[in-house]
């Protein structure tokens, strides 16, 4: 089946279908990214007072921090925020969050751990908020993301639970200040900069649109064989 595959995507059929479904993508993604400039804020606010008023700390976290920190701003080209809580958090979390009129449109999690990842979206926006929850290991501190095996633009995938694959994330000690951002009280991470650096690298202060997970300095891959996970969603991506 798999050889057939391949001649198949030689044919000049298969290269028309293939432009048009990266013509359909690509304007898919713009209309996100156009949506993420138009309510992000206003997310991240509804977001902030929600776990606030529940006294649950959180901070941000990946392209949202980076953006704090290098542009003030959140990164242009971006179209979801990223924050993190600690792993203890997340049914407080999740119930903070409906009671704030969020619903829980994918979550991730490994079969045999503790990993786990959520994204949540207000009743009233389109952009979506991902929750990433770290657990404490001695003088380190990690969370997991996901990479999910099948298409999450797929209609059939909705509502089953998807194999995955993991990736760690290590820290050091995580002590997170309070501050502001875009008129919003947020936490971060207390050393801000190394934070950013063992994730993006020494260089990330120059903007690198699309920058590669492979590679990071702090990440671990692995094959689902090694860390069976798994992805459901109720929303396509």
Not at 10 to 30: E, G, S
Not at 166 to 178: C, E, K, Q
Not at 206 to 215: A, D, K, L, R
Request: proline fraction near 3%.
């Amino acid at each position: 089946m798999s050889i057939i595959k391949e001649l198949l995507k030689k044919t000049y059929i298969y290269k028309v279908y293939r432009k048009r479904k990266d013509k359909k993508y690509k304007a898919r993604i713009r209309a996100v990214n156009e949506a993420f400039k138009k309510e992000a804020t206003d997310v991240l606010r509804l977001y902030s007072d929600a776990l606030l008023k529940n006294e649950l700390v959180f901070w941000l976290d990946f392209g949202t921090l980076l953006g704090y920190y290098r542009d003030h701003d959140f990164i242009k080209h971006d179209f979801d925020l990223d924050t993190a809580t600690w792993f203890e958090n997340r049914e407080n979390v999740k119930k903070a969050l409906e009671e704030a009129g969020f619903e829980r449109v994918r979550h991730y999690y490994l079969k045999n751990g503790d990993g786990t990842e959520e994204c949540y979206k207000h009743r009233d926006y389109s952009t979506t908020i991902d929750v990433f929850y770290y657990l404490r290991d001695g003088d380190q501190t990690h969370c997991f993301s996901f990479n999910p095996m099948v298409s999450m633009t797929k209609k059939r995938h909705l509502n089953r639970v998807q194999k995955c694959k993991a990736r760690m994330w290590t820290h050091g000690v995580i002590d997170p200040v309070l501050t502001e951002f875009k008129g919003i009280k947020v936490y971060v991470p207390d050393d801000t900069e190394s934070y950013v650096a063992c994730t993006y690298g020494k260089s990330f202060m120059t903007p690198i649109p699309n920058f590669p997970v492979e590679g990071r300095p702090n990440l671990t891959e692995f094959s689902y064989k090694e860390m069976p996970a798994c992805a459901y969603f109720s929303q396509l991506y």
